[in-house]
């Protein structure tokens, strides 16, 4: 449960805390949300922020982004009203805003969590009332995990293979709704078998490991995804949330399987077959209606120079790729990497995931603020790991108070910032009593990540924002 500095005595935050929940205080509510959207996102359950007052314009730019991300994230706020404006903006940016009453609050609350999962996924406002908050609640008895959904139907499985096995050149386009690790153990099953290349969206990275000679990095506008889908014959777009498939380019002429948990819906294409439900079961069922299959048709070799192509060209020479492969190649497995603002695209090129979860960004690749809170969130979820944030100026500035946040949780968080005003990072880092280095090449760089990985608490690492301060590396 997330909640502000300002409101550490709120009455439902220390109720929280008596009963053995886990409160961590941010400073801002867009914090908040980014920390509980993470929350979500590696958990499977859903993240909590409470606010003490009807905050809700300050609210509006945090539960925004959970909106865009589809987070399963629950906003508890005071009721809006009278302040009729705000309440209509609070319901623009949620699914659902929902008021409880003592007699049925568990039953909404159970609602509310089965909402915030439901596809598309996204945030939910509760409002409690104090007189309500303090009242005795009526226990029930309920299911809070949402249903499963309801198994594929046989036809459109039918249809799907027949798609599949007329295909000669398929290529496979995962999303964020395919993170699940049942999921992506069919999913590699499928791309191998059949075989397939994939491509992936930045919330999707891990899905298929990135090192993987059948993954070949991002679906979005690159050179890679482009010469891919030009040779495709047939789109498989498995768990693509819609604004996810708007980041990729569609050719019209070419044909798409759509899987996932709902229909194609808002995506900008028009499915030749669509298939419904789980989507590991989807895979499942479909295994043995290609047990027959024809091998695709894809040249290997062709394969291979476009995944040479996907580590060459595609920045490996340059800003800020040699910081995050330097980074990767020092962190041990399993660290987790966090990305935001305009250096977001080129971190989830660089930093090869080999397990869904590994590479945390915002679908809006313009989201600045959203790195520091979501990597200590990703600390607080798995303490045993590393977690490294990539930033620039701006998401440093905005979420620079969170480093007091990281000092007093004691989470070393390693804060790389791609600035060309090296001496005002390190300012505000030594007023929160972080650490901070000044890397202005590859090897003062691998120095400071050494650092960073010894240190019991947070160090902020600030990289030049131009080539120009740059060495080549050896």
Same mark, same amino acid.
């Given at each position: ?129 104090? =007189? ?112 996810? =498939? ?184 030594? =007023? ?43």
């Amino acid at each position: 449960m997330f909640g502000l500095a300002g409101a550490a005595d709120s009455p439902l935050l220390v109720a929280a805390r008596e009963r053995g929940l886990a409160v961590v205080l941010a400073h801002t509510v867009t914090a908040a949300c980014a920390m509980a959207a993470v929350t979500a996102d590696l958990t499977d359950a859903p993240g909590i922020v409470v606010l003490d007052t009807p905050a809700v314009p300050v609210a509006l730019s945090g539960l925004g982004r959970c909106m865009v991300d589809g987070s399963p994230v629950i906003l508890v706020t005071p009721p809006s009203q009278p302040l009729a404006r705000q309440a209509s903006a609070l319901a623009a940016m949620t699914k659902a805003v929902i008021p409880l009453a003592p007699e049925s609050a568990g039953h909404w609350i159970a609602h509310a969590v089965h909402l915030a999962f439901g596809v598309p996924r996204g945030p939910v406002a509760i409002e409690l009332s104090p =007189a309500v908050a303090m009242a005795s609640a009526i226990p029930i008895a309920t299911a809070l995990r949402p249903a499963a959904l309801p198994p594929p139907e046989p036809s459109a499985l039918d249809e799907a293979a027949r798609v599949l096995s007329s295909a000669a050149r398929p290529v496979v386009l995962v999303g964020m709704l395919a993170r699940s690790a049942d999921a992506a153990g069919w999913l590699r099953a499928f791309a191998e078998a059949t075989p397939a290349p994939v491509l992936s969206s930045p919330r999707a990275k891990g899905v298929l490991p990135d090192p993987h000679p059948l993954a070949l990095g991002l679906c979005g506008r690159g050179p890679v995804a482009r010469a891919v889908l030009a040779r495709a014959d047939l789109v498989v777009a498995v768990g693509l949330d819609p604004i996810e =498939a708007a980041q990729t380019v569609w050719d019209p002429r070419k044909a798409v399987l759509h899987v996932g948990p709902s229909a194609a819906g808002d995506a900008p294409y028009r499915a030749l077959a669509d298939v419904i439900g789980d989507i590991g079961l989807i895979f499942a069922e479909l295994a043995p209606r290609l047990r027959d299959r024809p091998r695709a048709d894809w040249d290997v070799a062709e394969l291979d120079r476009l995944k040479r192509l996907l580590l060459g060209s595609e920045g490996h020479g340059e800003l800020p790729e040699r910081f995050v492969r330097l980074a990767r190649d020092a962190t041990p497995p399993g660290t987790i990497a966090v990305a935001d603002g305009t250096v977001r695209d080129a971190c989830a090129r660089a930093w090869h995931a080999v397990a869904p979860g590994e590479f945390l960004a915002p679908n809006d690749s313009s989201v600045t603020g959203f790195g520091i809170p979501a990597a200590l969130a990703a600390l607080l979820i798995h303490p045993e790991r590393h977690a490294v944030c990539f930033t620039d100026t701006a998401g440093f500035t905005e979420t620079v108070a969170e480093l007091d946040t990281a000092s007093g949780l004691e989470l070393p968080v390693i804060v790389v910032v791609w600035t060309d005003d090296a001496a005002g990072v390190k300012a505000d880092a030594r =007023a929160s009593g972080i650490a901070s280095i000044a890397a202005r090449d590859e090897a003062a760089f691998g120095w400071a990540i050494e650092r960073a990985l010894a240190a019991k608490g947070p160090t902020v690492i600030s990289v030049p924002a131009t080539s120009g301060s740059v060495t080549t590396p050896v």
